[in-house]
């Protein structure tokens, strides 16, 4: 399965970055996590570091568009094959950035993905 970071994780239950963590490791994908807060889901640790991580086949992004900016260079340096731009994170500007960096975009809920096979 495809490597995978869920960029914006979060500790909360309700909220759908801990929610795709779960079904991701459900699903047999290999999972990483990276959030503002330290902590475990689904066994998976929440990182706040990004230079922990490297071989990532997909990020899936959880923060709004205005806070992305901040990240661009990160995320382009970890060189994932493709970015899932979930509900509410749609960022053209960074769609331009990744698929001029020779990465895929894909709008999309990872949830969705995950639940009809598409993943």
């Known amino acids: ?6 960029f914006g994780a979060s500790l909360k ?24 807060r330290e902590g475990t889901v689904s066994g998976v640790n929440i990182s706040n570091n990004l230079d922990k991580f490297n071989d990532i086949h997909t990020i899936t992004l959880y923060i709004n568009p205005n806070r992305q900016e901040e990240y661009y260079e990160e995320i382009i340096s970890l060189a994932p094959n493709r970015v899932i731009f979930n509900p509410g994170t749609e960022n053209p500007e960074f769609y ?4 001029s960096s020779g990465i895929e975009v894909d709008v999309a809920c990872t949830l969705v993905l995950l639940g009809t096979g598409q993943y």
């Open 96 to 99: 331009k950035l990744l698929e």
């Open 13 to 36: 239950p309700n909220r759908y970055s801990n929610i795709a963590i779960h079904r991701l490791v459900d699903s047999g994908v290999e999972t990483l996590a990276y959030g503002l």
């Open 1 to 6: 399965m495809k490597k995978t970071l869920v």
